[in-house]
């Protein structure tokens, strides 16, 4: 199914503020919501556009634009939780009461984070990479410490070395590819959820406030998660290694695990094929 960004944008309004997002498939199609990233110049959009057509053959697919990315309207908060509330909200006014996701990096933390504390809501979930933590790989990964590098101090050359960090092939990060992320990047409230996100200083401040306050990270619960999940992972992931999702493939009661080769970190992308092929056999059993 042949989608464009003009034929597919919705919004619509919440008590928060605007939430902009993309819809594709047949009506009476089942739902299936996707979640992206985070990262400079990173949107819902820009995550899935490969994806959306394929997908819509056979689920009434949303790509939700969590708030704070320069698409939707901001919210005041961390924002991995505004996220997860957004979603409620988003699923709420659409009058989905449950639906399979697809959650790439963060997007997949905050499924994850929703099938723990609202399992009714997320009927399968699919991540790709970003979640559980690094066991054999050091923390940060080269990846998010080259992300942390440009929320410091935001400049095109470290914008491409990012870029050039998240997949295997190069040649994917083409001139067109850069101008449309440092545009993007450079919108004041996409820059200020960087640096909540991202920034050396905010980074500390989230660790000392979760060792302080004794609060378990997200991937300590993981054996709540109940729903069937799909772990995606690029083997040459260098933003997140794949040892992480050795915890994840292990906690979650009903996790399976497939491992692309010759694939960074955006394996929607970059294993395109393969992916939607793993994802659409997951989807229909």
Aim: aromatic residues 8%; contains cysteine.
């Amino acid at each position: 199914m042949d989608v464009s960004f003009e034929a597919t944008k919705r919004e619509l309004t919440t008590a928060q503020g605007t939430l902009r997002y993309h819809e594709a498939g047949a009506a009476d199609a089942p739902p299936l919501i996707l979640l992206h990233g985070s990262g400079p110049g990173v949107t819902g959009w820009r995550n899935y556009r490969g994806n959306l057509g394929f997908f819509a053959q056979t689920h009434h697919t949303y790509v939700l634009e969590f708030p704070g990315f320069g698409v939707s309207d901001p919210w005041e908060g961390m924002p991995v939780l505004t996220a997860g509330k957004s979603v409620v909200a988003f699923m709420d006014a659409l009058g989905i009461d449950s639906a399979p996701m697809i959650g790439n990096s963060m997007g997949g933390v905050v499924g994850i984070n929703l099938a723990i504390k609202k399992p009714d809501r997320v009927a399968k979930l699919v991540t790709i990479g970003g979640v559980g933590p690094n066991l054999l790989s050091p923390s940060p990964s080269e990846g998010l410490r080259l992300l942390q590098e440009f929320a410091d101090d935001p400049n095109r050359d470290k914008l491409v070395r990012w870029l050039n960090g998240m997949v295997y092939d190069r040649a994917l990060v083409t001139d067109e590819l850069i101008e449309e992320r440092w545009e993007a990047a450079m919108n004041p409230d996409a820059l200020k959820t960087g640096r909540a996100m991202y920034g050396s200083a905010a980074f500390e401040m989230q660790q000392k406030f979760m060792a302080d306050a004794d609060i378990a990270p997200y991937w300590a619960m993981m054996h709540k998660v109940k729903c069937p999940t799909l772990l995606t992972w690029g083997r040459d992931d260098r933003v997140s290694p794949p040892d992480m999702a050795l915890a994840p493939m292990r906690l979650i009661p009903d996790a399976e695990l497939h491992i692309f080769p010759k694939c960074g970190h955006w394996v929607m992308i970059e294993a395109k094929d393969a992916f939607e092929s793993a994802v659409a056999a997951f989807l229909a059993r």
